[in-house]
């Protein structure tokens, strides 16, 4: 069940890439994958009212979810869950409280499957796909927000396929499809996507595909832009070992 832990579906408004948020967002984006946590909280809570909501609760969340669940060795699970009750709206009535819903439950559903709560994850998968479906943006969306579905769209449909009987005619086409979505958007010039995508596209060949050679690059790139984060590190250590 964990081959799902990286179903994330991160839904950025439509000022994330704009002028001055950009380059705020940037440095606290950099302070945390750099994993200067309490810095990064810092610039994040007091810069607030001048981020978009729905960026605000992912960096949120993310933040969160690195600094306490996968980024240490020695989690602190109770405050990663306080921090996803904080963040969750309640019903959302919105079109930005539904984002912000879909940001909180794809990290909920990442953690359920991490923590082995099988039941809580199945539940949690049938509302975040629903919701999936509903938020799904148009050709006329701005192009950071283009890309960032376009990512988290590539990865619902790989590791949906994934999580199929091996015997099932599509889904070696469907990955595949996948991936090379994957590939294309690394290219981009949003410092943002392309961090998301080496990691998801270095994580997925290391792991799923069991091809080091096809991430080691990807894990070579995090590591010289951000030396501080030590999974990145690990990561390639890790590839390095099964190439040599």
Request: with cysteine; proline share 4%.
């Amino acid at each position: 069940m964990q081959k799902i832990v990286i179903l994330l579906f991160l839904i950025l408004g439509s000022q994330v890439f704009a002028s001055p948020q950009d380059s705020l967002v940037e440095r606290i984006f950099n302070e945390m994958y750099n994993q200067h946590y309490s810095k990064a909280e810092e610039m994040l809570r007091t810069n607030k009212n001048h981020i978009d909501s729905v960026l605000f609760a992912v960096l949120s969340v993310d933040m969160s979810y690195w600094k306490n669940v996968t980024g240490t060795d020695t989690p602190d699970y109770p405050a990663f869950e306080n921090d996803l009750q904080q963040l969750s709206p309640g019903i959302p009535a919105s079109s930005t409280q539904q984002a912000i819903r879909l940001v909180t439950l794809s990290y909920q559903l990442r953690y359920e499957l991490k923590r082995f709560k099988l039941i809580k994850a199945i539940s949690t998968r049938q509302e975040t796909k629903a919701l999936f479906t509903a938020l799904k943006p148009n050709e006329a969306l701005p192009p950071g927000q283009q890309e960032m579905y376009q990512l988290y769209s590539a990865l619902f449909q790989y590791f949906d396929n994934y999580l199929k009987p091996f015997f099932a005619s599509d889904k070696k086409e469907n990955c595949s499809a996948a991936l090379t979505t994957m590939t294309r958007l690394y290219q981009s010039e949003s410092r943002i996507t392309k961090t998301l995508v080496a990691y998801f596209l270095g994580k997925t060949w290391l792991k799923y595909e069991n091809n080091a050679t096809n991430a080691v690059e990807y894990f070579q790139w995090l590591h010289k832009n951000f030396p501080e984060n030590i999974k990145f590190k690990e990561l390639l250590d890790e590839c390095n070992e099964q190439l040599n």
